[in-house]
């Protein structure tokens, strides 16, 4: 007998299909995980072993975390870096966590996990790159599963230490044969290529200041040879430029294509500073773009060309990036920041072009295409994501794809007043939390509670850890 699960009788479920239909009373049912059925309720098969009345409420698809450092719940707000840019953040915190323990790394997994799951998103990808102190990939893994969300681990690394002209403490860093050998084997431990996969490995190094060219041909090489993705940090600031111009004389972009890291299966964090040439680059080549608009504004890095991006049909994703950078995991909160953050960018563009051209104002009707709206920012925060990650069974709720989706009650605080356009109020309205989240079929957030474990123990223990490992204990 298969799993079965139906929603039904939500006000409205937002397929994010090929027509965008946005259909009223709607629902869905699904069998072993995967969407046999979307629609209006009344044509849906009328019970099944877990049911959902939605009645109240508005169904989207899950949302699609391209970019994160789970680990790092353990060190939000810390006082030494809550004002500083990214290379200086990044040295008030690499000893710190450097330090994280395998039960450390269970719990901050747990903690940044749950806090997604409540904002809506059920596929996150995670990119750790500091594995000391014995914490491994695998406790990562593990937490995504007793947890229940659909997870991209990175197996990720730092090679490069103060010494040899990188920016971490050389006590930071791992050897590059211990890197690779450690990938493979959680690459073949883990990595399931197939539909519906609950768990992908991604080859992650950190960043062009972090690791050693070597690396970075290696790491290639080693992701192709598997058939697995490739990940890092790139343009994030205007420092990592300066770093890559004085000691290559490239650009970020041109280094990279240089090593070979363009493609479909490539994605870059952040890509803040990169010029219209290198957009096309990406476009050209498939290369996806991670979109962190908190993080960015945090360290104060700067403003993802994200509207030039989907111009040029760049796949752009949206990340939360941190959790010391952010400092939170609530993806909503990035879908809503990732809109005005667009709006941002476009009231700061000059009154005149390039060329000397007078500007017309932001609110003329021939530049309405350059406002992000608000479900251009739900579609890049589920369509795009999974497109970032090279996934198609994700992102939509379509038959065939995978039942993931979550559910936000629309009589509330934050909504009221706000249900013109309902669709539109998940978006302008202050983020809320989830009253329903599903991923596989499976119900991982009920009545606004993750149910799958006890989350207030893991905070406890995860509170006590991050105030041991800060103070060096
Ligand atoms: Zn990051």
Redesign the pocket.
């Known amino acids: 007998m298969p799993r079965t699960l139906l929603l039904k009788n939500a006000d409205i479920l937002v397929t994010m299909d090929e027509e965008r239909r946005e259909v009223r009373k709607g629902g869905l049912y699904a069998e072993d995980g995967f969407i046999k059925q979307v629609g209006p309720s009344d044509d849906l098969p009328v019970d099944a072993e877990t049911v959902i009345d939605a009645t109240g409420q508005i169904v989207l698809p899950g949302l699609v975390n391209t ?3 789970l680990n790092q719940t353990l060190t939000r707000n810390l006082p030494a870096a809550q004002n500083n840019n990214l290379f200086p953040w990044l040295q008030a915190h690499y000893r710190i966590w450097a330090r994280t323990h395998p039960e450390a790394s269970r719990a901050s997994a747990l903690i940044g996990l749950a806090e997604l799951a409540l904002s809506g998103c059920t596929t996150v990808f995670d ?1 750790s790159y500091l594995f000391q102190s014995g914490n491994k990939v695998d406790y990562l893994i593990e937490a995504a599963r007793d947890l229940g969300v659909r997870f991209h681990a990175s197996r990720g690394s730092m090679s490069l230490g103060e010494s040899k002209g990188g920016l971490p403490p050389d006590e930071c860093v791992e050897d590059e044969k211990d890197i690779l050998d450690d990938t493979i084997r959680v690459i073949d431990r883990y990595h399931d290529a197939g539909d519906g996969a609950m768990t992908r490995i991604v080859v992650a190094p950190c960043s062009p200041f972090s690791v050693s060219e070597d690396l970075l041909r290696e790491s290639a090489l080693l992701a192709r040879d598997k058939g697995v993705m490739l990940h890092t ?1 790139l343009c ?1 600031t205007l420092d990592e430029e300066h770093y890559t111009q004085k000691r290559f004389k490239k650009r970020p972009v041109e280094w990279m294509a240089d090593l070979d890291w363009v493609g479909e299966d490539v994605w870059f ?2 890509a803040i500073h990169v010029n219209d040439g290198e957009i096309q680059l990406f476009a050209n080549t498939g290369c996806g773009a ?1 979109h ?1 608009p908190c ?1 960015n504004m945090r360290l104060a890095s700067g403003i993802a060309p994200v509207k030039k991006y989907m111009a040029a049909g760049v796949k752009v994703g949206l ?1 939360v ?2 959790s010391a ?1 952010n400092d939170g995991s609530n993806m909503l909160s990035e879908v809503r920041q990732a809109m005005l953050l667009a709006r941002l960018n476009l009231g700061l563009l000059p009154m005149e072009d390039t060329d000397g051209t007078p500007r017309l104002p932001p609110s003329h009707p021939s530049r309405a295409g350059e406002w992000m709206t608000a479900r251009e920012a739900l579609e890049l925060a589920t369509l795009g994501g999974a497109s970032v990650l090279g996934r198609s069974d994700i992102g939509s709720l379509e038959t065939g794809k995978c039942a993931d989706f979550f559910t936000l009650d629309l009589n509330t605080l934050q909504f009221a007043g706000g249900l013109h356009d309902p669709v539109a109020a998940v978006v302008f309205c202050s983020p809320q939390a989830s009253r329903t989240t599903v991923v596989n079929g499976k119900v991982l957030v009920s009545d606004g509670q993750i149910v799958t474990l006890d989350i207030d123990r893991v905070i406890e223990d995860h509170n006590r850890m991050s105030l041991e490992l800060a103070s060096g204990r």
């Open positions: 970019h994160h450092h990119h940090h994030e964090a952040h991670a962190c993080s990340g990036d941190g950078s």
